[in-house]
T-cell receptor
């Protein structure tokens, strides 16, 4: 059974701190890894990672994948209160034929205090 | 461009009843996926539809079913509701089945009493 584990489960930091969120996986036929940010309701897409060692960056957020060690990290620098959210990691694997399926981790709840 | 919409946003049902949730994808998106999110289990994949066909199914009992219409709108049905079905049900759309970049709707909060 495919498994995605995120750590820590929750994290409390102060504004301006840098945080690193972890996502490790054990899946069959890895295709890609996705990061989402979920604030109130709907998760919003952050990054898709397919190749090892290539950093994806968007403003203060960056992410990298290590396919050999089967993990990814999401870095947030100079955190702001608006970064408070649940961060979800999902791994894409074949679902049969040309289909795919997403297996999500349980998320990391990040709280940024002023 | 309007985002993914889901109706209703909140729903309270009693055990044994059935419920139908609706999802309208982003215009032009043809793939719709459904997820169940609970505090204990996190986000779990239910099923995915493309061109009115179920392409993929998660590990949920047969009480959970869905369909997709020719306009790509999708419905999800849960029959014989159980207390454990209380959850946030999220729908996500993408351009096609290979579109990993999924856009999520606001979800339907279902409470079963």
């Amino acid at each position: 059974e495919d498994k995605v584990v995120q750590s820590p489960l929750s994290l409390v930091v102060h504004e301006g701190d840098t945080v690193t969120l972890n996502c490790s996986y054990e899946v069959t036929n890895f295709r890609s890894l996705l990061w989402y940010k979920q604030e109130k309701k709907a998760p919003t897409f952050l990054f898709m990672l397919t190749s090892s060692g290539i950093e994806k960056k968007s403003g203060r957020l960056s992410s990298i994948l290590d396919k050999k060690e089967l993990f990814s990290i999401l870095n947030i620098t100079a955190t702001q209160t608006g970064d408070s959210a649940v961060y979800l990691c999902a791994v894409v694997t074949p679902g049969g034929g040309s289909n795919y399926k997403l297996t999500f981790g349980k998320g990391t709840l990040l709280t940024v205090n002023p | 461009k309007a985002g993914v919409t889901q109706t209703p946003r909140y729903l309270i049902k009693t055990r044994g009843q059935q419920v139908t949730l609706s999802c309208s994808p982003i215009s032009g998106h043809r793939s719709v996926s459904w997820y169940q999110q609970t505090p204990g289990q996190g986000l779990q994949f239910l099923f995915e539809y493309f061109s009115e066909t179920q392409r993929n199914k998660g590990n949920f009992p047969g009480r959970f079913s869905g369909r997709q219409f020719s306009n790509s709108r999708s419905e999800m049905n849960v029959s014989t509701l159980e207390l454990g079905d209380s959850a946030l049900y999220l729908c996500a759309s993408s351009l096609d089945p290979s579109g990993y970049e999924q856009y999520f709707g606001p979800g339907t909060r279902l409470t079963v009493t």
